[in-house]
């Protein structure tokens, strides 16, 4: 059963689940912004092209009044000339108009960014039900927009009032001027209101679109048993992950193994590690075929034994080749000398048995490059999950050389050849693969 702390939403919306929501056509999105937007726009529009647009339009108006004998001769002109003005004042009025509408998409989008939802579109009967209107209605949303809205109402009529207070005896003073400055003053009268009401608008906004980021977050808020799901619906079910990694790893142990066979030498450490490398005319350098720790390395001992492949044991180099060398790759190219020496005893050794040459000293246990080198102390993970202890191998292949220089000592002194594939110091029992 999951923990109750698994079941709130304590939790960020997942980048999926921001995606979800916006396919879905929900998105932050404040009024506020877009009515100050438009107020903002029309308002600085009038100060500044106020004064061009005013001169325009007296001048369309005094032309658009004017008759001609031909107009009177010919009614059917007046609606063309009709036509014509109309077309003067919309296209005088056009670039204002044309600031203000893209102020009022732009600075919208700005905070919701571009979102087209057909969902929208979609007929929901549901909203027709009363239930649920009085749910809204007395939710906690419809509250808060409730007290927003008496707080703005509140606000803007506070300082709407207070501003015709202060300016009640210049409001009185118009009726005493002549026309033409009554207009002047008048509109400079409805600039200053405006920008009062600008700034209560703007209190306003710099409280309403962080209140509906918040609101749009929390909205979206996730428990942690849904970002497991999400988790487990987008990459899968983690058992049955794991159950296709295992059988993945099968089938390359699977094919390793079947490339035992063709290796031309195993080297162990003996019994922890075992690198079967293979080599052959044409090949740039040795490469690994097979190599495994603890059971699998105890597998590609056994099928090189079965197929007559060599093994030698060499602590220092099957610990580097282990760590380094990677699968059906060639081995690094700072092991290139070490190897070179175990594949050269090999070839002539194996020459010997047959008769060709003298037989080949003993190389002892081959020098790794101190950068590759594996400290016998250290132990490696090996594939089956184990960990392998070189400082163990060491110890028994110590046990393994001396028993097998003892065995050569004696055949050696009784003038018999070693012919059963025993050589002396560090390399194992060799055996070779049948013709």
């Known amino acids: ?108 989008l700005a905070m919701s960014g571009f979102l087209f939802s057909t969902k929208n579109f979609l007929p929901d009967f549901s909203r027709l039900s009363p239930a649920k209107g009085l749910g809204n209605m007395f939710s ?32 009185l003073a118009l009726g005493h001027v002549d026309l033409e400055h009554g207009i002047q003053d008048g509109v400079a009268l409805l600039e200053r209101c405006m920008f009062v009401l600008l ?12 209140f509906q980021l918040w609101r749009h977050h929390t909205s979206l808020m996730m428990t942690r048993e849904e970002l497991r799901q999400e988790a487990r619906e987008a990459e899968g079910d983690p058992h049955i992950k794991a159950r296709i990694r295992q059988q993945q790893r099968e089938m390359s142990r699977k094919r390793m193994m079947a490339a035992v066979p063709t290796a031309d030498v195993v080297v162990t450490n003996p019994t922890h590690y075992a690198v079967a490398l293979q080599y052959a005319a044409g090949m740039r350098a040795p490469r690994v075929v097979a190599k495994g720790g603890d059971l699998i390395a105890l597998k590609i001992r056994g099928l090189a034994e079965q197929h007559g492949v060599p093994i030698l044991e060499q602590p220092p180099l099957a610990r580097a080749l282990f760590k380094h060398a990677d699968l059906e790759r060639e081995i690094p190219p700072v092991l290139y000398a070490a190897v070179a020496q175990v ?72 003038g018999i050849a070693p012919l059963g594939g025993i050589a002396s110091g560090s390399v194992a029992p060799i055996r070779t693969r049948n013709a």
């Open 199 to 210: 700034g209560g608008m703007a209190v306003v906004v710099a409280v309403d679109v962080p």
């Open 1 to 108: 059963m999951a923990d109750d702390s698994d079941l709130e939403k304590t939790e960020s919306p997942s980048p999926r689940r921001l995606e979800q929501a916006r396919e879905q056509g929900q998105a932050p999105h404040s009024r506020e912004l877009a009515s100050f937007a438009v107020m903002a726009s029309s308002c600085l529009g009038l100060v500044m092209l106020g004064q061009g647009l005013l001169h325009g339009l007296r001048d369309d108006l005094k032309a658009a009044l004017q008759f001609d004998r031909r107009l009177i001769a010919h009614p059917e002109w007046m609606l063309q000339s009709l036509q014509q003005d109309s077309s003067a004042a919309v296209m005088r009025l056009l670039p204002y108009l044309g600031t203000v509408f893209f102020v009022g998409v732009a600075v919208p």
């Open 343 to 414: 594949l050269a005893y090999l070839f002539q050794l194996k020459s010997w048995k047959e008769g060709q040459g003298q037989r080949p000293k003993d190389p002892g246990v081959v020098d790794v490059p101190a950068e590759v080198a594996v400290p016998a102390s250290l132990s490696l993970p090996s594939d089956d999950g184990l960990t392998a202890s070189a400082a163990a191998d060491d110890a028994a292949s110590r046990r393994r050389r001396e028993a097998q220089q003892r065995v050569a000592a004696e055949a050696s002194t009784a």
């Open 140 to 171: 906690s949303n419809g509250l808060s927009e409730l007290v927003k809205a008496v707080l703005k109402a509140i606000l803007i009529g506070g300082m709407a009032g207070w501003f015709l207070w202060r300016s009640e005896g210049a409001a």
